[in-house]
């Protein structure tokens, strides 16, 4: 770095250092948006200088403070508070941003970018990861300190913009956050009044700090944005708030330091121009060049020593915790490195060995709900919920501790928020140490897509229980009948959908999904009680390849594939056929994706090259003409349901034995 010209920066603060970061990489790259970071560098400056506890040198510290970029298309912001913090984010990576294979893509990506909490980019989703890492820092404090040892103590801070705050999520989640009280949730809101189209005035012309106030949020409003002093005092009086989460209105320019572009929308996703940047430089006696920071700046922000320091002592008080209580030590480390219990295997070979409830004729979500029961009081980790259909999803059980009534717990009501259930779910999953599920109708996964989308991306483990599967839910009719929504959800890359046909093969998706560490699932269940069927071991244990062979004969002539409560439908056809003469393999796929990551001899074992193929469920047929292929059948439904009583519903829409039975003789003569 250089040495400064002190008598040449004479006008330049610390936070110049990020806007000019931010400015020289937009540039550079000639992609970006320089308006945000620019606008909020004195905020980000008081808060990552003077109240920011995390430590550069190890961004995994379990006691670290959260700090999450809602309004990510910033994202320069957040690399600059990185790099110049000390994080391993060299600035040959800031002069390759948006660049392909970079660590400083377009939007923050976890995984991609040390330092970086959570992928952000689509707005006031960051807010609800925010809420459900203040959440999980709030359970795990009540699970794990102790009178003396507050070894779970930080806040979680996040920025948000104008956009994020007109994102229905954002209702949804503060809403919530307000409720539950969630004091160490600090929020910033960089209120600059532009967005793309311009001046927001026309289109977001709320009452910001009543809004909050009526949601139960400590508000701060109108906070001179560029005052460092008055920010300072702002989260000073955040901090002292410990039942309400704090929302500091920050006033500010976009884009400021621009001598001619601030405080307009040309400045919010473009960049600034060679004049504008030279002019700027100008006005701050700014003589460093691009992505030079002079070394008096460069000391200023460096935070690698006393976050070692900060560390060093919490440490200290771990080891103090650990020979007071290494019962609970040992839980919090085995939690915070994401080792599942050695007994919960065996309690799930217990439950599917065994010849209790789950091999009986009930409902998936019902088998669900038993395997629950037996596993929750084994898996401290678990964190439950649905958005306002416990009774329904069947996702509480008698170990649940529900959060709403108790202040901690390990359940939630998340209300009728499927959104903001899904975003919430996220953070904890980032925050690491729970486990979390939450359930709603599967039609509603609309809602929550674009979270479940985003924890595939971020490979989080997250569970969402979706019941009423299909048009077995009955008289409720279309509006709340799922017909594309498994191809949907299937379609996300990462992201696994399990549909079991009985009790023993819920048990087995519950587990795979538990299991799973690099990614999201969701369970489709059943309202309809559904046949078990009885299987092998060899069976039982193919079941987690995604697809078996559940019923066959020597020479099978057709395959018959299925899913879920078609699977009944499947097994009676082959019944049928087999009293014609003809030779049936049925096959169970409750996770296709899963099915076709194996390797090429299981699939062919399983589906046979050369017999012809019908699959059927209760969906959209596109998803399974890959499965069946061109010369196959694939049955289901292509149109919305009605709304009659399930029997009458299979009737109508041909998806009954009788018919799957022709449609493959059918098939068979033509072959």
């Given at each position: 770095m250089n040495a400064p010209d002190i008598g040449r920066i004479s006008q330049a603060t610390p936070a110049d250092a990020l806007r000019f970061l931010a400015a020289d990489a937009v540039e550079k790259a000639q992609s970006g948006h320089p308006g945000a970071p620019m606008g909020m560098a004195d905020i980000a400056d008081v808060l990552w200088r003077r109240h920011m506890r995390h430590n550069p040198s190890d961004p995994t510290w379990l006691n670290r403070d959260r700090?999450?970029?809602?309004?990510?298309?910033?994202?320069?912001?957040?690399?600059?508070?990185?790099?110049?913090?000390?994080?391993?984010?060299?600035?040959?990576?800031?002069?390759?941003?948006?660049?392909?294979?970079?660590?400083?893509?377009?939007?923050?990506?976890?995984?991609?970018?040390?330092?970086?909490?959570?992928?952000?980019?689509?707005?006031?989703?960051?807010?609800?990861?925010?809420?459900?890492?203040?959440?999980?820092?709030?359970?795990?404090?009540?699970?794990?300190?102790?009178?003396?040892?507050?070894?779970?103590?930080?806040?979680?801070?996040?920025?948000?913009?104008?956009?994020?705050?007109?994102?229905?999520?954002?209702?949804?989640v503060s809403s919530l956050a307000g409720t539950l009280g969630l004091g160490k949730l600090i929020c910033f809101y960089d209120d600059n009044g532009i967005s793309i189209d311009g001046n927001v005035k026309g289109w977001f012309n709320d009452d910001t700090p009543k809004r909050f106030a009526a949601y139960g949020w400590n508000v701060i409003a109108s906070v001179d944005g560029h005052d460092v002093e008055a920010l300072d005092a702002a989260i000073h009086q955040a901090k002292s708030q410990s039942s309400r989460p704090s929302l500091i209105c920050c006033k500010t320019v976009i884009g400021k330091g621009a001598p001619n572009k601030a405080g307009g929308h040309d400045v919010h996703g473009a960049p600034l121009g060679a004049v504008e940047i030279a002019a700027m430089r100008a006005q701050k006696g700014w003589t460093a060049a691009p992505f030079d920071i002079p070394d008096e700046f460069a000391q200023a922000w460096d935070a690698r020593a006393i976050g070692k320091v900060r560390q060093t002592e919490w440490d200290s008080e771990f080891t103090a915790y650990q020979a007071a209580y290494p019962e609970l030590a040992m839980e919090l480390t085995r939690r915070k490195e994401g080792i599942l219990p050695a007994r919960l295997s065996a309690a799930f070979s217990q439950l599917i060995d065994s010849d209790g409830a789950l091999h009986k004729k009930v409902a998936t979500r019902k088998a669900s709900q038993i395997v629950l029961e037996h596993i929750t009081a084994l898996l401290p980790e678990f964190f439950g919920g649905s958005a306002d259909l416990s009774g329904s999803n069947l996702t509480n059980v008698k170990a649940s501790v529900w959060v709403n009534h108790h202040g901690s717990g390990n359940y939630l009501s998340y209300g009728v928020r499927e959104f903001g259930m899904a975003g919430i779910m996220n953070g904890m999953a980032l925050y690491g140490g729970f486990i979390p599920y939450g359930g709603t109708f599967m039609v509603f996964s609309d809602y929550s897509r674009n979270a479940i989308r985003m924890a595939a991306l971020m490979k989080q483990r997250v569970i969402h229980v979706?019941?009423?599967?299909?048009?077995?839910?009955?008289?409720?009719?279309?509006?709340?009948?799922?017909?594309?929504?498994?191809?949907?959800?299937?379609?996300?890359?990462?992201?696994?959908?399990?549909?079991?046909?009985?009790?023993?093969?819920?048990?087995?998706?519950?587990?795979?999904?538990?299991?799973?560490?690099?990614?999201?699932?969701?369970?489709?269940?059943?309202?309809?009680?559904?046949?078990?069927?009885?299987?092998?071991?060899?069976?039982?244990?193919?079941?987690?390849?995604?697809?078996?062979?559940?019923?066959?004969?020597?020479?099978?002539?057709?395959?018959?594939?299925?899913?879920?409560?078609?699977?009944?439908?499947?097994?009676?056809?082959?019944?049928?056929?087999?009293?014609?003469?003809?030779?049936?393999?049925?096959?169970?796929?409750?996770?296709?994706?899963?099915?076709?990551?194996?390797?090429?001899?299981?699939?062919?074992?399983?589906?046979?090259?050369?017999?012809?193929?019908?699959?059927?469920?209760?969906?959209?047929?596109?998803?399974?003409?890959?499965?069946?292929?061109?010369?196959?059948?694939?049955?289901?439904?292509?149109?919305?349901?009605?709304?009659?009583?399930?029997?009458?519903?299979?009737?109508?829409?041909?998806?009954?034995?009788?018919?799957l039975a022709e449609c493959a003789l059918t098939l068979l003569k033509a072959w």
């Open positions: 700090f999450v970029l809602s309004n990510g298309h910033g994202s320069m912001l957040l690399y600059g508070l990185l790099h110049l913090t000390g994080y391993d984010l060299p600035i040959e990576e800031l002069k390759q941003f948006r660049q392909m294979h970079s660590k400083t893509p377009g939007h923050p990506e976890i995984g991609v970018t040390p330092g970086v909490e959570t992928s952000t980019g689509p707005l006031g989703q960051g807010l609800a990861n925010a809420v459900g890492m203040a959440l999980a820092e709030k359970m795990l404090a009540v699970s794990f300190n102790r009178p003396g040892h507050e070894i779970i103590d930080h806040y979680t801070y996040v920025f948000v913009g104008d956009g994020c705050l007109m994102e229905g999520i954002s209702h949804e979706l019941t009423h599967d299909s048009i077995g839910l009955g008289e409720d009719g279309p509006t709340h009948q799922p017909i594309e929504h498994a191809a949907s959800l299937r379609l996300i890359p990462n992201n696994r959908l399990w549909r079991p046909c009985d009790g023993v093969e819920t048990a087995i998706a519950w587990q795979a999904a538990i299991t799973r560490t690099d990614g999201p699932t969701c369970l489709v269940l059943s309202r309809q009680a559904l046949t078990p069927y009885s299987r092998t071991a060899e069976q039982i244990d193919a079941i987690a390849r995604g697809g078996y062979i559940l019923l066959d004969c020597s020479s099978p002539l057709v395959v018959l594939i299925a899913t879920g409560s078609e699977v009944e439908i499947a097994t009676s056809a082959a019944e049928k056929l087999a009293q014609e003469g003809v030779a049936v393999r049925v096959v169970s796929m409750p996770c296709v994706e899963l099915f076709y990551a194996q390797d090429i001899h299981y699939r062919h074992h399983v589906l046979p090259v050369g017999i012809p193929r019908v699959s059927i469920e209760a969906g959209v047929t596109w998803y399974w003409r890959a499965v069946v292929g061109e010369n196959g059948i694939a049955l289901g439904i292509d149109t919305f349901g009605e709304s009659a009583p399930a029997g009458q519903l299979y009737e109508h829409f041909n998806l009954t034995p009788a018919h």
